[in-house]
Nanobody, 126 residues
Framework: QVQLVESGGGLVQAGGSLRLSCAASGRTLSIYVMGWFRQAPGKEREFVAAIRWFDSRTYYADAVKSRFTISKDNAKNTVYLQTTSLKAEDTAVYYC???????????????????WGQGTQVTVSS
């Protein structure tokens, strides 16, 4: 089992920045990729970004490309999501997720992830 704990959410004005963190513990050697998803009220959970653990290759949703950056610290088993130029439509609960080996084509598919954090709220005021 892998446990994920997110932190770093909060209230920020439009145009501002936040850095979200996700600390993994447990059987972390089984992790192939870690990702961030978000879910706004009344909407489905959507892919935000992911990073492949062994080579640090990154993947982004078009909506956040050039504004968000995903990174990791192997020594701390922690993944970060640096958000910049935040917009009101970025308001959501952000979830960290981890997956065992999967085909790259499914990296944006929430159902392919095995472990989930509890989520952290990001609210962007306009």
């Amino acid at each position: 089992q892998v446990q994920l704990v997110e932190s770093g959410g909060g209230l920020v004005q439009a145009g501002g920045s936040l850095r979200l963190s996700c600390a993994a513990s447990g059987r972390t050697l089984s992790i192939y990729v870690m990702g961030w998803f978000r879910q706004a009220p009344g909407k489905e959970r959507e892919f935000v970004a992911a990073i492949r653990w062994f080579d640090s290759r990154t993947y982004y949703a078009d909506a956040v490309k050039s504004r968000f950056t995903i990174s990791k610290d192997n020594a701390k088993n922690t993944v970060y999501l640096q958000t910049t130029s935040l917009k009101a439509e970025d308001t959501a609960v952000y979830y960290c997720a981890a997956a065992k080996p999967m085909a790259v084509g499914y990296i944006a598919t929430s159902g392919e992830y095995d472990y989930w954090g509890q989520g952290t709220q990001v609210t962007v005021s306009s």
